[in-house]
């Protein structure tokens, strides 16, 4: 019987006896950042050093 992971789709691949399933995320296209977002992280590296280096 086939789980619900395997009927979608899905495989798996064996290391040191256990199956495990391949999941890969789908490829992201490039997107360029906007001017007031460009401000922003200007605004956020001079002013807030800690947010501006966790949101990375």
């Not at 999941?23 to 807030?48: A, C, F, N, V």
């Amino acid at each position: 019987m086939k789980s619900i992971f395997e009927q979608l789709g899905g495989t798996y691949h064996e290391e040191n006896g256990y199956l495990i399933s391949d999941l890969r995320l789908p490829t992201e296209e490039e997107q360029s950042i906007g001017t007031w977002r460009q401000r922003h992280l200007d605004y956020l590296k001079q002013y807030h050093k800690v947010t501006y280096t966790n949101c990375r």
